[in-house]
Structure formats: structure tokens, C-alpha cells
């Protein structure tokens, strides 16, 4: 990443270092929603049996199709450990902590069409954070599982639809926005 940053420039190097530090946090953020996309789809069985577990494996042959999923269920359920209490985490527990993630973004983007504007332009400044947070959503609203309250809890949040879809059109991406 730093010989592309020295090639091409960062997306945040318009940003003061205060700006910096809250995209620091909010990417911090996302890294918790990674944690529990990435438990919703390994760890609830319904999703894991139906959905991510024959994607994941219909690229490879047995006996790859069996061992590759066990290790990566394995390495799943070690950082979703490694968050504290979600061992035991409740379908309740899993939307509270959704709804608090996205009620943070939500908060944070505003009115704004992007999570930080351009002190001399006052346009829409793109950052490391949006690639993020327009990734993880969109994935999210994409997804199509049997057991997804993720998709619902952050659905409550029309502002994130609204985000991915005005990065979409501001930057010619094409996406079939689901919303069931």
C-alpha cells in the first residue's frame, strides 16, 4: 500500500490529522461489523448450511470441500471470540450491536454524500473509509441468507441505503440494491 501511496497518493491525504484520527475510529467500527458479517455467515447455522458453506466450497473437490471450511469455521469462531462475549451471542445481541454500528455511521455521514468534504472545494472527499464502509454494506445488502437480521437491522437506517446508492451513481458502479 505505501508504494501505491507514493505512486499515486492516499485517498486521505487531504484530511487533517484529526479527520485522520476519527476515520481511525470508524474504521475500528467497521472492523466490528466485519466481525459480525463474518459471524452471521459462519456461526448461524441456517446461513452457514444453506448459503455460505456450498459458496464456499464449489470451487474445490473432496477432500479440499471438507477440511478448507472446517479451518475457516475454526478461524471464525477465534475472532468472533476474541471480541469478548459473543460465544453465546443472542439473535437479539447480534441486532442491538448492528443497530448501534449503524446508528454511528448514520450520525456521522449526515447530510454529506461521503464521510468527509474537502475544506477547499467543500465537495465530497472519497477516503479509505468509504471504500470500506460502501464494501461491508454493500455486501451486506447484497447477500442473500436464509437468517440475515444484519440486513435488516442496518435496513432501519434508510441514510446507509441512500449512502451506497449515491456512491454508485457518483462513481459508475452498478448494483441491484436489494431490500427484502
Not at 459471524?39 to 473432496?62: G, K, R
Not at 446508528?103 to 456521522?108: I, N, S, Y
Request: hydrophobic share 35%.
Amino acid at each position: 500500500s505505501s508504494g501505491i501511496n507514493a505512486e499515486y497518493g492516499s485517498l486521505s491525504e487531504k484530511l487533517t490529522q484529526t479527520e485522520k484520527c476519527d476515520m481511525d475510529i470508524y474504521t475500528a467500527l467497521i472492523k466490528r461489523l466485519e466481525a459480525l458479517e463474518l459471524f452471521t455467515s459462519w456461526l448461524i447455522e441456517d446461513n452457514y448450511t444453506h448459503v455460505t458453506l456450498p459458496a464456499y466450497t464449489s470451487h474445490t473437490t473432496w477432500p479440499l470441500s471438507a477440511i478448507l471450511p472446517f479451518y475457516k469455521k475454526r478461524q471464525v469462531y477465534r475472532l468472533v471470540a476474541s471480541q469478548g462475549q459473543w460465544h453465546d451471542i443472542s439473535s437479539e445481541m447480534l441486532m442491538a450491536e448492528t443497530k448501534d454500528v449503524a446508528g454511528a455511521l448514520t450520525e456521522r455521514l449526515g447530510d454529506q454524500g461521503t464521510f468527509f468534504r474537502d475544506r477547499d472545494t467543500g465537495q465530497d472527499l472519497v477516503t479509505e473509509l468509504d471504500c470500506l464502509v460502501y464494501g461491508h454494506l454493500n455486501a451486506i445488502f447484497m447477500t442473500k441468507l436464509p437468517s440475515y437480521r444484519m440486513k435488516r437491522a442496518l435496513g432501519l437506517h434508510s441514510r446507509l441505503i441512500e449512502y451506497c446508492k449515491y456512491v454508485e451513481s457518483k462513481h459508475g458502479l452498478r448494483a441491484q440494491r436489494e431490500r427484502s
